[in-house]
T-cell receptor
Framework: DTAVSQTPKYLVTQMGNDKSIKCEQN?????MYWYKQDSKKFLKIMFSYNNKELIINETVPNRFSPKSPDKAHLNLHINSLELGDSAVYFC????????????FGSGTQLSVL | GESVGLHLPTLSVQEGDNSIINCAYSNSASDYFIWYKQESGKGPQFIID?????DKRQGQRVTVLLNKTVKHLSLQIAATQPGDSAVYFCAENNQKDSWGKLQFGAGTQVVVTP
C-alpha cells in the first residue's frame, strides 16, 4: 500500500483553467503538507494542515486553496492557472506538527501551456 | 568525492567509493536537521535525521555529521552503489518556533559511475 498517494501524476492544462490535485495518506498522521518544487529542484512549503486545521500558509497566491475534508486527505485547488504555476507539487504527511520526518507522495507534475 | 550543496552541484562518485555531501544551513536557531534522497520521478525519501544536541548519527551505510559552530551538515554514504544516484537534500527546522516549516536546501545531484 502506498503511504502517501496523490493524483494525478501528470496534469497538462491551458492557462486560465481551474484544476485540483488530490492527496491521501494511510499512515494515520495528523499533519499534512503541500510543497512546490520548481525547475531547479528547489522545494518550498506552501501549506500545512493539522487535523483539518490550517497551520501554515506561506506567501502563496490566493488562487491556491487547500482543502482538508478529514485528516487523511488534503487536496489542492488552483484557480486561473498561470504559466508560472508549472512545477511539481508534492503532498507530504508527518506524525507530529513540528516538521520532522515528512513522508512525501510521488508528486504531480503540472504543466500550464 | 566532496561537494557543497545549495546550488544543485553534481557530485560524481565511483561505485564502491565513499560519498560526502555537504550542506551549509542558514538559521543558527535550527535544532533539527534531516536528509532526503530524491530519485528521478519520485518524491523525496527520508534518509536520516539529527537533532542539535548530537553531532553525529549513523544509519545503514550513512552517517550525518553536524557542526553547529560553522552551521554545517554533511551526509556520508559508505561504499556508494548505483542505486544511490539521486538528488540529495538537506533540510532544517527550528522546532521551538515553527509549525512544520522544514526548510530545504537546493540539493546535490549524486551520480555514481561504474
Amino acid at each position: 500500500d502506498t503511504a502517501v498517494s496523490q493524483t494525478p501524476k501528470y496534469l497538462v492544462t491551458q492557462m486560465g483553467n481551474d484544476k485540483s490535485i488530490k492527496c491521501e495518506q494511510n499512515l494515520g498522521h495528523d499533519t499534512m503538507y503541500w510543497y512546490k518544487q520548481d525547475s531547479k529542484k528547489f522545494l518550498k512549503i506552501m501549506f500545512s494542515y493539522n487535523n483539518k486545521e490550517l497551520i501554515i500558509n506561506e506567501t502563496v497566491p490566493n488562487r491556491f486553496s487547500p482543502k482538508s475534508p478529514d485528516k487523511a486527505h488534503l487536496n489542492l485547488h488552483i484557480n486561473s492557472l498561470e504559466l508560472g504555476d508549472s512545477a511539481v507539487y508534492f503532498c507530504a504527511s508527518s506524525r507530529v506538527t513540528r516538521g520532522e520526518k515528512l513522508f512525501f507522495g510521488s508528486g504531480t507534475q503540472l504543466s500550464v501551456l | 568525492g566532496e561537494s557543497v550543496g545549495l546550488h544543485l552541484p553534481t557530485l560524481s562518485v565511483q561505485e564502491g567509493d565513499n560519498s560526502i555531501i555537504n550542506c551549509a544551513y542558514s538559521n543558527s536557531a535550527s535544532d533539527y536537521f534531516i536528509w532526503y534522497k530524491q530519485e528521478s520521478g519520485k518524491g523525496p525519501q527520508f534518509i536520516i535525521d539529527i537533532r542539535s544536541n548530537m553531532d553525529k548519527r549513523q544509519g545503514q551505510r550513512v552517517t550525518v555529521l553536524l557542526n553547529k559552530t560553522v552551521k554545517h551538515l554533511s551526509l556520508q554514504i559508505a561504499a556508494t552503489q548505483p542505486g544511490d544516484s539521486a538528488v540529495y537534500f538537506c533540510a532544517e527546522n527550528n522546532q521551538k518556533d515553527s509549525w512544520g516549516k522544514l526548510q530545504f536546501g537546493a540539493g546535490t545531484q549524486v551520480v555514481v559511475t561504474p
